[in-house]
């Protein structure tokens, strides 16, 4: 009865304070000064405190601080909210779905008027969101879509199942599938289960392969090819290595040959590569797939190790996600509009018929990845500037 009255006295100060709000970034807000955060859980929470001091607070939560990308989507994300005005609670959840819940929570303690997430795991955020949105935050999904909830806005993204396509792609063209008389072998290092992203990597690479495994020129000596059978737990460069030696060592005797590991994403390619360096004898190229453009696989991908990686331009990821996250936070509800007005130098599509969560067709705002090979990486990456070479020759990136 007290929590209800709690809830009930929160949603009516949301709702008086929202009136209130007239507000992108900058401008005058509903929006609070920052509580500490408390021990309380969210049952227990008091009413949160929104004083209208003016700020307008956006919650960025992110997976993790394992991968490269997330640290530079977040540090992206952040210094352009501040750059408009915001006040950005930042926080990476060491891919525990509790962790992310909590850092949510804090969030919305904070004043967050919006919410920017990128699930650890898809379908476990419904209830917090919830309470979100009843208090009258904006959620947009980030990078991963936010499963089985009606609390997400929109979802900004790249086109997804293109990245399994332009992996799958590789494969053909490297080993002439299309062409090709005798059979050769392919084993697959798949994504996160609980990231509704790794579906659509695998359903692009292997809608692409089909024909080809379908009439044999093309096969899996391990017979492991479906989504669970392959896949790996967070991203795990540890767990895709063990996974790949442990099929090497059981599947692929001295003087039989195998000619391409696709791997979802650079952190499995990582893994794929040192079990290939470590548990693989014969002396042929095997091609081996990414996604990314993390640092060690640029250095891989020069070095030879790797064969490609789908490289995603992080920062249009978020220069989408601060247009539209300030554009919703004003009241606004764009479309394809957004895209049409706001000059951008580089392709996005707007999609409001693929990203089905169970509970609602997500508007999507979707970017083009690129496959980036041995061949075009000087032209595409450093010759563009998103990457360069100190004197040393270390390779950074820049944009
Ligand atoms: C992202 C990839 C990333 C992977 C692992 C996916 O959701 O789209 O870019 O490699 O998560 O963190």
Not at 261 to 290: F, P, Q
Not at 334 to 349: K, Q, R, T
């Amino acid at each position: 009865m007290q929590n209800k009255k709690i809830r009930l006295f929160s949603l009516l100060l949301s709702i008086t304070l929202l009136t209130l709000t007239f507000t992108a970034c900058g401008q005058a807000s509903s929006t609070p000064a920052a509580e500490e955060p408390t021990e309380q859980t969210q049952e227990e929470a008091k009413p949160i405190s929104r004083p209208d001091d003016g700020r307008t607070v956006v919650g960025v939560s992110m997976p993790d601080r394992f991968l490269e990308r997330w640290n530079i989507d977040g540090a992206f994300l952040k210094a352009q909210f501040e750059n408009d005005g915001c006040d950005v609670v930042l926080r990476y959840a060491n891919n525990l779905i509790d962790t992310q819940i909590k850092d949510i929570r804090e969030m919305i303690s904070q004043g967050a008027d919006l919410l920017v997430v990128t699930a650890v795991d898809g379908t476990a955020l419904s209830s917090v969101l919830e309470d979100a949105r009843s208090q009258g935050i904006k959620i947009l999904a980030y990078d991963r879509l936010i499963m089985e909830t009606d609390a997400v806005d929109y979802y900004v993204s790249f086109d997804n199942y293109k990245v399994g396509v332009l992996q799958a792609n590789f494969i053909i063209a490297e080993l002439g599938l299309k062409t090709a008389e005798t059979s050769q072998t392919i084993e697959f290092v798949t994504g996160d289960p609980v990231d509704n992203n790794a579906r659509y990597f695998y359903n692009g690479a292997m809608d692409t392969l089909k024909p080809y495994l379908d009439s044999g020129i093309l096969t899996v000596p391990s017979g492991q090819s479906g989504f669970f059978e392959t896949a790996t737990a967070q991203w795990s460069p540890d767990i895709a290595q063990q996974r790949l030696q442990i099929i090497l060592n059981s599947y692929y005797p001295r003087g039989t040959r195998l000619d391409a590991v696709l791997c979802a994403n650079d952190s499995t390619a990582l893994g794929a590569t040192r079990a290939l360096a470590a548990d693989y004898s014969e002396k042929n190229h095997v091609i081996v797939t990414g996604q990314d453009g993390d640092i060690a696989n640029i250095y891989n991908i020069l070095n030879g190790t790797q064969s490609m990686t789908v490289y995603k331009q992080l920062k249009q990821e978020s220069i989408v996600t601060v247009s539209l996250g300030k554009a919703i936070i004003s009241g606004e509800m764009p479309e394809e509009d957004l895209i049409s007005e706001s000059g951008w130098d580089f392709d996005c599509s707007y999609n409001t018929e693929d990203y089905n969560n169970g509970n609602k067709v997500v508007p999507s705002y979707l970017l083009r990845p690129i496959a980036i090979t041995a061949v075009n990486i000087e032209k595409e990456l450093f010759e563009t500037g998103y990457y360069q070479r100190n004197s040393g020759g270390l390779i950074y990136a820049t944009k």
